[in-house]
């Protein structure tokens, strides 16, 4: 059963960066028929695609956070992060990782981590 976990601080000051890790467990981190996203929900408000990484080569950004946004993976730790640089309290969200596989889309997901950005 793969399965996804998220973790990092929940607690974030205005200005500084966000990073979350997103360990990845029970199935295979490097098969090609996967990449690797970061969504988030603010509160309220509907779910938002911040970025992916692909199983091998270089990672996509919403083009709305893409100057603020970094994703990496660690393939040695079946692990990849964000980070996201000068937040705001708007970027204050559940933020969930999830696995996309290219026959059934976004299949499995982390349970969501909530961090809120204080001013």
């Known amino acids: 059963q793969v399965q996804l976990r998220e973790s990092g601080p929940g607690l974030v000051k205005a200005s500084q960066t966000l990073s979350l890790t997103c360990t990845v467990s029970g199935g295979s981190f490097t098969t090609n028929y996967y990449s690797w996203s970061w969504i988030r929900q603010p509160p309220g408000k509907g779910l938002e695609w911040i970025g992916y990484?692909?199983?091998?080569?270089?990672?996509y950004y919403s083009p709305s956070l893409q100057n603020r946004t970094s994703i990496s993976r660690d393939t040695s730790k079946n692990q990849f992060t964000l980070q996201l640089t000068s937040v705001t309290p708007e970027d204050t969200a559940i933020y969930y990782c999830?696995?996309?596989?290219?026959?059934?889309?976004?299949?499995?997901w982390g349970e969501g981590t909530l961090v809120t950005v204080s001013s």
């Open positions: 999830a696995r996309y596989f290219v026959a059934y889309g976004l299949d499995y």
């Open positions: 990484i692909p199983s091998s080569g270089s990672p």
